[in-house]
């Protein structure tokens, strides 16, 4: 499976644009058209994570707390996070972080948590607003199935629970 693909699963359940603005969710290193044969799930990234998926042949690492946080200025290995960093590229090792964005949804990490502590009626405390945007397209008639059939396909029309969200006027 292609990077690419494993990278819209994980958009389409946890949207990047949940995340919150000081975080850097999504593909921190890697090549989307790369052939990703295994994965390493983790909390957080070491070294010795990185260690263990050169040896068990794992070419992605998906990682709830993102490796490079805040921006970087040089890149030396002075510690775990950077070695971890430099050992993944040299090993060409995918690097993804999903955080806040998957904090705020509701099959999030802390849905998980809230299920195994039995919790009933939980909901996300502070719910991102504002993230709907509005596409206007004009097309010929003959056409609007085609161009609707091809905007769901990629994406646009869901709203909370509901797909392939339209509206049209001649």
Known sequence: M?????IHFLEAWAPLAFQESYDNCGLL???VEHEITQALITLDITEALVDEAIATGSNLIIAHHPLIFKGLKQ????????RALIKAIQSDIAIYAIHTNLDH???GVNAAIAEKLHLKNTQILSP????L???IVFA???HSNQI??????AGAGQIGNYSECSFQTP
């Open 29 to 31: 290193y890697g090549d």
């Open 133 to 135: 945007q509005k596409l």
């Open 140 to 142: 010929p008639s003959t």
């Open 128 to 131: 991102k607003t504002n993230l």
């Open 105 to 107: 949804v509701h099959t």
């Open 75 to 82: 890149l030396h290995p002075t510690s775990d996070d950077q």
């Open 2 to 6: 292609k990077l690419k693909q494993i």
């Open 148 to 153: 609707l059939n091809a905007l769901f396909e």
